[in-house]
Nanobody
Framework: QVQLVESGGGLVQAGGSLRLSCAASGRTFTAYAVAWFRQAPGKEREFVTSINQSGGSTYYTDSVTGRFTISRDDAKNTVYLQLNSLKPEDTAVYYC??????????????????WGQGTQVTVSS
């Protein structure tokens, strides 16, 4: 089992940047693919990005490609999400998720076995 804790959210103006962190504890983190999802008020949770176990493959939803970057530092058991050129429509609670058994490019949230508690990102116009 793995426990996930997100941090780094906050309030930022449009065009600004944030870096989110997803810190893992428990079993060997290198065995897990990791994804970020987000959920805005009144909307379904949606896939943002993911990274495979080796860190060699990353996947992004179209709306964030070129603006967001996922990376992992297995020595620190942490996955990062760099958010640049933020837009008001990026406002949401951001969740990290992990799973050992998934192909990293799995975009339905119910497939992912472990979740953090979420961190709020608010982008003002």
């Amino acid at each position: 089992q793995v426990q996930l804790v997100e941090s780094g959210g906050g309030l930022v103006q449009a065009g600004g940047s944030l870096r989110l962190s997803c810190a893992a504890s428990g079993r060997t983190f290198t065995a897990y693919a990791v994804a970020w999802f987000r959920q805005a008020p009144g909307k379904e949770r949606e896939f943002v990005t993911s990274i495979n176990q080796s860190g060699g493959s990353t996947y992004y939803t179209d709306s964030v490609t070129g603006r967001f970057t996922i990376s992992r530092d297995d020595a620190k058991n942490t996955v990062y999400l760099q958010l640049n050129s933020l837009k008001p429509e990026d406002t949401a609670v951001y969740y990290c998720a992990a799973d050992q058994a998934l192909f990293a490019d799995t975009r339905r949230p119910y497939h992912w076995g472990y979740w953090g508690q979420g961190t709020q990102v608010t982008v003002s116009s």
